[in-house]
């Protein structure tokens, strides 16, 4: 099976609070890429990072980090210091290979993280 | 550069009209793709277009679902007879590489209200 599991549906905290939001994916394919996007309230979807499956090399971007560990299929986002700002919803994403040499994305069910004044 | 875009951003019909979405992806990227977030749901596929090949239909939800792409470029989702179930965010996004590894860009959608 592929699939995207994102089991924290809601999280919420206080301001300056760190948080990780959890993604544990299954795939029986060896090349395959990992994405992280956020969809705040106005409800376009931002992409925030690509990862391919032979990079396990974590990702740090200002307030943002990434945790890639193929042993455990998981890419968890953490958000340090969080701010009211943060406040979106964040999907996980999985792209594999699919009919006619093309790839399809498989989508988490998403986290809606609150960050609370 | 422009992002993709897409129009009407709020669309209100009667049940039973048709309706047509449109997507204009950024320039040069040679993907396209329709997805439909139903309220507080996570993305649903619909249908991904990729340079002049057949497109991937495997995500429509029934044969009132149809889209076209003309000259590789602008996208036209099509859903006639509408019923209230229906209503969503219709998201469209593109992407530049013809294995579709790169990074799906979207649009900021089209909110679709079937009375």
């Known amino acids: 099976a592929q699939k995207v599991t994102q089991a924290q549906t809601e999280i919420s905290v206080v301001e300056k609070e760190d948080v990780t939001l959890d993604c544990v994916y299954e795939?029986?394919?060896?090349?395959?890429?990992l994405f992280w996007y956020k969809q705040p309230p106005s409800g376009e979807l931002v992409f925030l990072i690509r990862r391919n499956s032979f990079d396990e090399q974590n990702e740090i971007s200002g307030r943002y980090s990434w945790n890639f560990q193929k042993s455990t299929s998981s890419f968890n986002f953490t958000i340090t210091a969080s701010q009211v700002v943060d406040s979106a919803v964040y999907f996980c994403a999985l792209s594999v290979p699919n009919a006619g040499n093309n790839r399809k994305l498989i989508w988490g069910l998403g986290t809606s993280l609150a960050v609370n004044p | 550069g422009a992002g993709v875009s897409q129009s009407p951003s709020n669309k209100v019909t009667e049940k039973g009209k048709d309706v047509e979405l449109r997507c204009d992806p950024i320039?040069?990227?040679?993907?396209l793709y329709w997805y439909r977030q139903s309220l507080g749901q996570g993305l649903e596929f619909l249908i991904y277009f990729q340079g002049n090949s057949a497109p991937d239909k495997s995500g429509l939800p029934s044969d009132r679902f149809s889209a076209e792409r003309t000259g590789g470029s602008v996208s036209t989702l099509t859903i006639q007879r509408t019923q209230q179930e229906d209503s969503a965010v219709y998201l469209c996004?593109?992407?530049?590489?013809?294995?579709?590894?790169?990074?799906?860009?979207f649009g900021p959608g089209t909110r679709l209200t079937v009375l």
């Open positions: 996004a593109s992407s530049s590489r013809r294995f579709s590894t790169d990074t799906q860009y």
């Open positions: 795939t029986r394919d060896t090349t395959y890429y």
């Open positions: 320039s040069g990227h040679t993907a």
